[in-house]
């Protein structure tokens, strides 16, 4: 009768697993003890072995499926004497009876051992080439082993094959090896060679933690659950997008500000003063990040291959440098955007900025004013970051990623001075901007804020 294979519960807690690798092919012969598949689970790549002797009638599950649920049906064997085509076709019926045999993780070993067991599985052992008697067995024959005993052998570098077991039938166990490197008596294990040009297979991908599955790790009563808004779950999805298909890469320099820190206090002492409900203000009053917004600007404009998009088909060329920038706003973020900044100056750019912050955190702005843009800038310097790396934000091509500005010691033509020193990291899309290009922009920034006079020109 047509034994059905399920998909064994490798844990307490588990629920659906990946089915990696089948290390059997239909038409194979199996017997109780054999390893016939690799089952990863939430923690760590086990092995399964069969519990039943017969032959693979039908492998329901190919390699690498992800998510298959505890008791799903993954394979078929026919018994002994029984025509295989046949206990294909009638293996999924006979699942009630079959429950009883079907291929698990060993019970009584599993139970206390995987959790213990390691993140990565050992590879199914290579046959043995005929020779000399050992360990009791014929040449050829195989060595049964707990999935764990054979771990701990392969990181001891211990020959599993060379050891007696004292586990049922001869099985080696975790004892078995522990006691085998403690004596020293241990055979280094054989070396197994992949054939030539063979594949690596791919590892499955990660798949985050359900809800409930995260709710399991805490205590009932410690915590409180607060809904995501629209604002959160659209962060999270382009967060979610940008770093699983842009590949960032991160360039970072400093740059010194003192000029520029000279400059911004004498145009904000040049400011002329204007008529307004609350009396007469300043009409401007600069900020860096003011600044930086200009620089970046006018850098993309200096370096225009860099002022670009990536499409599957093209690349998006942008005449002008529209410039978003992150404003914090309560239970997220948003990017307002500058339109072409290049064009405009400094005194246009902070009194337009103000109004896009103060709407954005009153959640006011219209869509084409934080959609779209060629490049970002992300500045947490008023919160004394030294530096860190942006997260680009599609279809951008570039974030800039501003900290503080610090005195620091820096060397000058021998001598060590003070200076006011900001770094800068720029996030990159490799496919837009190489690393070279990237550089350029960087450098390019760098000289504007260095040389803030070329702003004002």
Known sequence: MPINITMPALSPTMEEGNLSKWLVKEGDKVSPGDVIAEIETDKATMEVEAVDEGTVAKLVVPAGTEGVKVNALIAILAGEGEDTAAAAKSGGDAAPKAEATKAEAPKAEASKEAPKAAAAAAPAPAKAEPGPAANGHAAGDRVFASPLARRIAKDAGVDVTALTGSG????????????AIASGSAKAAPTAKAPAGAPSAPAPAAKPMSDDQVLKL???????????DNMRKTIARRLVEAKSTIPHFYLTLDCELDALLALRTQLNAAAPMRKTDKGEVPAYKLSVNDMVIKAMAMALMAVPDANASWTENAMVKHKHADVGVAVSIPGGLITPIIRKADEKTLSVISNEMK?????????????????????????????????????????????????????????????IKIATIMSVTLSTDHRAVDGALGAELLGAFKRMIENPMGMLV
Request: net charge neutral.
């Open 168 to 179: 049922p039938h001869g099985r080696v166990v975790k004892v078995d090896v522990e006691a």
């Open 218 to 228: 805490f205590a009932e009563g410690s915590y409180e659950l607060v809904p995501h």
């Open 355 to 415: 109004d896009l912050a103060s709407r954005a955190r009153s959640r006011k702005l219209k869509p084409e004013e934080y959609q779209g843009g060629t490049t970002a800038v992300s500045n947490l310097g008023m919160f004394g970051i030294k530096d860190f790396a942006a997260v680009i934000n599609p279809p951008h091509a570039t974030i800039l990623a501003v900290g503080a500005g610090e005195e620091r010691a820096v060397v000058k033509k021998g001598e």
